[in-house]
């Protein structure tokens, strides 16, 4: 069985309020890269002629412009960050690239949201592949590697219903924009 795994860098800002400690509660970025590690759902033999799963281009074209203009250079914020309304108020154009998240959005919790979204993508793209793991390396020595079902890790988020990771568009927030 064969694994299409790719890999795309970004660079973000983030801050963590809740427990990370006194450096990380300072906003600050960070040049990640996440790599997606796709199969198929169905094995098939190679047909002898073009020989592959599929197109990396088809597999890998919508996540990818996801990631370039979603991920790339956004600001990511627990939904209860004072920041957020701060942004709201004062920077309204900037919303559209505030990515937020339930509690802090530390790199376990990215790795989650970005597994739903990616699995999101790949099946409205009716590309029959699926994310089975996901690695996102947040420093040269930090890497959040998760493979399992994502939504028995994704804490419960005081948004409700309707939540931006299981949407197969560009959307990183839930706010009206
Ligand atoms: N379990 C987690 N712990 C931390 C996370 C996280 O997402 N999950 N994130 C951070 C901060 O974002 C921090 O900026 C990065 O971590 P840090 O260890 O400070 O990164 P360095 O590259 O500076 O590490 P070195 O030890 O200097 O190599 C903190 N914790």
């Given at each position: 069985m064969f694994d299409l795994v790719f890999t795309r860098r970004y660079s973000m800002g983030h801050r963590l309020i809740h427990g990370a400690g006194d450096i990380c509660a300072t906003p600050h970025g960070h040049n990640e890269e996440v790599s997606v590690y796709l199969k198929a759902h169905e094995a098939e033999?190679?047909?002898g002629s073009a020989n592959m799963v599929l197109p990396f281009y088809y597999a890998k074209k919508k996540w990818h412009q996801?990631?370039?203009g979603s991920i790339d250079h956004s600001f990511q914020l627990s939904e209860d960050d004072p920041l957020?309304?701060?942004?709201?108020k004062n920077e309204p154009k900037r919303v559209r690239h505030l990515v937020v998240t339930p509690g802090d959005p530390t790199t376990e919790l990215m790795a989650c949201l970005l597994m739903i979204k990616v699995n999101t993508i790949l099946d409205a793209e009716k590309t029959g592949l699926y994310c089975f793991k996901i690695d996102i390396k947040e420093?040269?020595?930090n890497t959040?590697?998760?493979s399992g079902n994502p939504?028995?890790?994704v804490p419960q988020s005081k948004n409700g219903q309707g939540h931006w990771w299981e949407r197969p568009d560009m959307s990183i927030s839930d706010l009206e924009i």
């Open positions: 033999r190679l047909d996801f990631v370039d957020l309304p701060w942004f709201i420093t040269p020595t959040v590697s998760f939504f028995d890790f």
